[in-house]
């Protein structure tokens, strides 16, 4: 997959060349710390690819997509406070790095630095591309108010659930991959099936996510193993366990949300739920997702062969291990 590291470079270097200030100090470090420990950059590579998918060089959308990357990183910054992870990347969060205080308006400095990056795209574009993009960023917002109100929450379904994770995590998949459809010039059907094709491997990988946040190695995550279980997150395998339990599990669960050592936590949390085969479950809803999304792929009017590099990439982000 040549074009895929090539675009990757291109982002990397479109990155590294933000005019950002360096006063002051405290709220520009954080935004270079988390910018330079990496990151898969999957979102920009969708929007250069779904450009490439219409005809058009896939760096025709460099800018929307480099955009579309600093807003995920905003997210990441906000979403490390407010579910308290110590690590981003493996490294310390940027939060605790400084303080919280610095991390929030760092995060707010990165949310104006990716809109900025977005208007250096033709002129011709913003029209399209603008609403495309805020209508995301705010649905993005609404998926993290929805999983915040889950955690106060007894009851939560798993339609709500998917819902969540769409908004959440999906939008902004589907958005990188409709806004290098607008710069590749897509009509409207096809704009419509790359975003539908974003939005349920969004959803899928995101419920990939939920499983390795529990069976992951801990040594290739990255973040906290068995976190979401240690804050009590309501995630598929949870709510699918709750559906499931006999008595004697549902008060086995209530009694976990109390456990305040860690590793029994977990542990214990791991063990209910491989009696309950939710991780077999799970899987499933995540193969459904994926299968649906090659189904939008097919729809799309171009040939196969110019869709297999957005399959490839596919494959790639429901065979990870981090």
């Not at 906290?224 to 009590?232: F, H, K, P, S």
Request: aromatic fraction near 6%; hydrophobic fraction near 40%; proline fraction near 2%.
């Amino acid at each position: 997959m040549q074009h895929l590291e090539t675009y990757r470079q291109e982002v990397e270097n479109q990155i590294n060349q933000l005019q950002l200030s360096n006063n002051p100090p405290e709220l520009y470090e954080p935004i270079r710390y988390l910018l330079a420990n990496g990151g898969k950059r999957i979102r920009p590579l969708l929007s250069m690819l779904s450009c490439q998918l219409f005809g058009k060089p896939g760096l025709s959308a460099l800018h929307a997509g480099v955009a579309v990357e600093l807003f995920h990183n905003f997210t990441l910054i906000h979403d490390d406070i407010m579910d308290k992870a110590p690590l981003r990347r493996g490294k310390t969060a940027v939060h605790i790095k400084w303080s919280e205080n610095s991390a929030l308006l760092s995060g707010d400095t990165l949310f104006v630095v990716a809109y900025k990056e977005l208007l250096k795209q033709e002129a011709h574009f913003l029209s399209a591309l603008i609403p495309v993009f805020s209508k995301t960023a705010q649905e993005v917002c609404e998926g993290q108010q929805m999983d915040m109100d889950f955690e106060t929450r007894d009851e939560v379904s798993i339609d709500e659930y998917i819902e969540m994770i769409r908004l959440k995590t999906a939008v902004l998949l589907a958005g990188a991959l409709e806004m290098g459809a607008i710069i590749g010039d897509a009509n409207a059907k096809n704009r419509e099936h790359i975003y539908r094709f974003g939005e349920h491997i969004g959803i899928a990988f995101q419920l990939q996510d939920d499983l390795l946040d529990v069976y992951a190695d801990s040594k290739t995550f990255g973040k906290q193993v068995g976190g979401d279980i240690i804050a009590n997150k309501k995630t598929f395998l949870l709510l699918k366990a709750k559906e499931l339990s006999n008595s004697e599990q549902s008060a086995a669960f209530v009694k976990l949300e109390h456990e305040n050592n860690h590793e029994v936590k977990v542990s214990r949390t791991k063990e209910l739920f491989e009696q309950l085969g939710v991780k077999a479950l799970a899987k499933e809803e995540m193969n459904r997702h994926f299968q649906l999304s090659l189904k939008h792929l097919s729809q799309i009017e171009v040939s196969d062969e110019s869709k297999q590099p957005l399959k490839v990439l596919a494959h790639m982000l429901m065979d990870r291990e981090q």
